[in-house]
C-alpha cells in the first residue's frame, strides 16, 4: 500500500490575518482523529512561519545560508502529512476531505507525492 | 466518467466497514449488510456520474444503505406478523441518524469481533474480516493467498451462512468471555500480517500488501481498543516488523538474516511508530505475549549495529515470555540470547534440554542453533555433525547449501 507524502501550501502573505478559526481547528482535529482511527494517517505536524525557517544551500563547494521569511516565495509549505492510502483515488479523497474543512475564503494547496519505497 | 467511478469506490472503500457494520446493527446479519452496502455503492455508481457527486459522499452512503437496511427489517417484519399472527414484538428500528462517532465506533467493533468468531474456521474468519473491514475484493483475497477466486468466495459465502445459523449475535463480548474472544481478533490479524511477512507459499518470501492490510487493521482496532494493552502490543509488533521489510532479503530476492541486514533499510518511521504503541501498551499496562514480542523487536530496533544488540534485555524478556505461554520455539530463541548475553555454555545447557525432548525432533533450527553453539565452543566434530543434521532436515534448498558450506568450514 503506497505511502504518501501531502505538503500542504498556503499563500503566507495573503493566509487569513487572524490565522485558522476556533471552529477549523475542531473541523480538523476530528478529521485527523478519524484519518488516525482509520489507520490511514501515519504522521502529521504543521510548521512555523518562515520567518523562523533558514534555507542553507552547499553550491560549487560553498555553502549559503539565508534566514527567512522567503517573500519571494508565493506558496510556502505550511505542513506535511504521510498517509498510507490503497490508491491514488483514495488519497485524493482524503485529500479532498483535508482540504474542504477550511472555511471557503482559505487558499490552501496539497501537493500529493508518493514516497519512494525499498 | 472513469474519474466518477475511482471517486465513487474510493470514498467505498474508505466508508465500507462502517457502512456494513451500522446496517449490520440493523438487520443483524452481516452478510445481509455486506449486500445492502454493495446495493448502495451501486446506487451511487448509477447517480453520482449524473447528479455529480454529493458535498459528503461517505454520509450518502451510509443514509442509502440504512434507508435500505430499515426497509428490509420493515417488510420483514409486516411479513412476520401476517404470516404468524401472533404478537412478536420486533425491535425498534432507529431511523437514519447524524453520524455518531461513538456509534460507528461500537458497530465496528462488532463487526471484527463478528468476523472473528471462533464459530468460523481460522480460513474463514481470515477472509471474512478482510472482506468486510479490510474492504478487499475476492480477487484480492484470492491472490494474496494464492487461492482461486471461487474458493475465496465460496469461503466467504460459507461464513456467512455459518454465522446466521449459529445464531452468533452481532455484538462485542463482555465478561470473562471478552478476553478470549479479543485473542482470536488479534489472532486473525498477526496471521494475515504473518501470511504476508512469511509467505508460507509461492515464490515471493514478502507479500508487503497483505502486510499493509493488517497492519492497517491493528491500527483501526488500536483506535477502536484505546485501553486493551494486547491491541497496542499487536500494532507495535506489527509496525516493527514491517520496519525491517525492505532490508530483509537481498536484490537476488534471498532472504537475509538479522545479523546481517543494512539496519539503513529499517523504515525511522514505523519504528518510531512502533515505539509509541509500545508505549501505549506498557502504559495500558501490557506485559501479554504480543507486548512482550514487540519489546524484543524493539530491542533489535534500538541497536545500530547487531553487535550492539542488548541480549541481557532480550533474554529476560524471552524468560517472560516463555513463561507466559509456553513453547519449545520460544525456548529455543530464548536459548540463542541466553548464548549471545552470558556465553555458549549457558546457551547449549538450555539447547540441551530441549534437545531432550520430543517436540523439535524434525525442527532444523534445533541443530543448526546447536552447531553454532558448539563451533563457538570449539567442540569441531560435534559442530559438524549437528550443522549435517540440519541441512538433512530443512526442505529449503538455499537454507541446505548453508548448512553445508558450515559442516564443511568447521571442520576443517
Request: charged share 25%; with cysteine; glycine share 6%.
Amino acid at each position: 500500500m503506497p505511502r504518501y507524502l501531502t505538503m500542504v501550501r498556503i499563500d503566507e502573505n495573503n493566509a487569513p490575518a487572524e490565522g485558522p478559526s476556533e471552529a477549523l481547528m475542531q473541523r480538523m482535529g476530528a478529521l485527523l482523529e478519524e484519518m488516525t482511527k482509520a489507520g490511514v494517517l501515519l504522521d502529521t505536524a504543521g510548521l512555523t512561519p518562515t520567518a523562523q525557517g533558514t534555507r542553507v544551500t552547499w553550491s560549487n563547494g560553498e555553502f549559503t545560508v539565508t534566514d527567512g521569511p522567503f517573500t519571494e516565495t508565493k506558496e510556502v509549505i505550511g505542513g506535511y502529512a504521510i498517509i498510507q492510502a490503497k490508491d491514488k483515488a483514495e488519497i485524493l479523497e482524503w485529500t479532498k476531505r483535508f482540504l474542504a474543512v477550511h472555511e471557503a475564503h482559505w487558499t490552501v494547496t496539497s501537493e500529493i507525492r508518493e514516497i519512494a519505497e525499498g | 466518467m472513469t474519474e466518477a467511478r475511482s471517486a465513487v469506490e474510493a470514498v467505498f472503500r474508505i466508508e465500507s466497514a462502517r457502512i456494513i457494520a451500522a446496517t449490520a446493527r440493523i438487520v443483524r446479519d452481516v452478510g445481509i449488510a455486506e449486500e445492502i452496502a454493495q446495493d448502495a455503492l451501486l446506487a451511487a455508481l448509477e447517480q453520482w456520474p449524473e447528479s455529480g457527486v454529493p458535498d459528503r459522499p461517505g454520509a450518502w452512503l451510509m443514509v442509502t444503505a440504512k434507508r435500505r437496511a430499515i426497509d428490509l427489517v420493515r417488510r420483514k417484519e409486516t411479513y412476520a406478523r401476517k404470516l404468524a399472527e401472533v404478537g412478536r414484538t420486533l425491535e425498534d428500528v432507529p431511523p437514519p441518524e447524524p453520524a455518531d462517532p461513538d456509534r460507528i465506533d461500537d458497530d465496528l467493533l462488532r463487526l471484527i469481533f463478528t468476523s472473528c468468531h471462533p464459530v468460523l474456521s481460522t480460513q474463514a474468519r481470515i477472509a471474512l474480516t478482510l472482506r468486510l473491514l479490510g474492504g478487499l475484493g475476492t480477487e484480492e483475497i484470492a491472490r494474496a493467498f494464492l487461492a482461486t477466486e471461487t474458493t475465496v468466495a465460496q469461503r466467504v459465502v460459507r461464513a456467512k451462512r455459518t454465522l446466521g445459523r449459529a445464531g452468533v449475535p452481532f455484538e462485542v463480548p463482555y465478561g470473562p468471555d471478552r478476553a478470549a474472544r479479543l485473542d482470536s481478533v488479534l489472532e486473525v490479524i498477526y496471521l494475515i500480517f504473518n501470511e504476508g511477512y512469511a509467505a508460507t507459499t509461492g515464490d515471493d518470501l514478502l507479500r508487503p500488501a497483505l502486510c499493509q492490510d493488517a497492519l492497517r487493521l491493528a491500527r483501526v482496532l488500536a483506535g477502536l481498543m484505546e485501553k486493551e494493552p494486547e491491541v497496542h502490543g499487536l500494532v507495535a509488533l506489527l509496525e516493527l516488523q514491517a520496519s525491517r521489510a525492505a532490508a530483509r532479503t537481498g536484490p537476488d530476492g534471498a532472504p537475509v538474516l538479522l545479523a546481517d541486514q543494512n539496519r539503513s533499510r529499517w523504515d525511522r518511521l514505523l519504528i518510531r511508530r512502533g515505539f509509541a504503541a509500545l508505549a501505549r501498551a506498557n502504559e495500558a499496562g501490557g506485559a501479554g505475549p504480543y507486548a512482550l514480542q514487540a519489546a524484543i523487536a524493539a530491542c533489535h530496533a534500538h541497536a545500530v549495529t547487531y553487535e550492539a544488540t542488548d541480549w541481557t534485555v532480550i533474554a529476560t524478556l524471552y524468560r517472560r515470555l516463555a513463561a507466559l505461554v509456553p513453547s519449545p520455539v520460544v525456548e529455543l530463541n530464548r536459548a540463542v540470547a541466553v548464548s549471545m548475553a552470558e556465553g555458549p555454555a549457558a546457551g547449549l545447557v538450555l539447547v540441551d534440554a530441549l534437545a531432550a525432548g520430543p517436540e523439535l525432533k524434525a525442527y532444523h533450527l534445533l541443530p543448526s542453533v546447536r552447531g553454532d553453539l558448539l563451533e563457538r565452543l570449539g567442540r569441531a566434530q560435534e559442530a559438524r555433525a549437528e550443522f549435517v543434521r540440519a541441512a538433512e532436515l530443512t526442505r529449503n534448498e538455499q537454507e541446505r547449501t548453508l548448512l553445508l558450506a558450515r559442516a564443511d568450514r568447521v571442520s576443517r
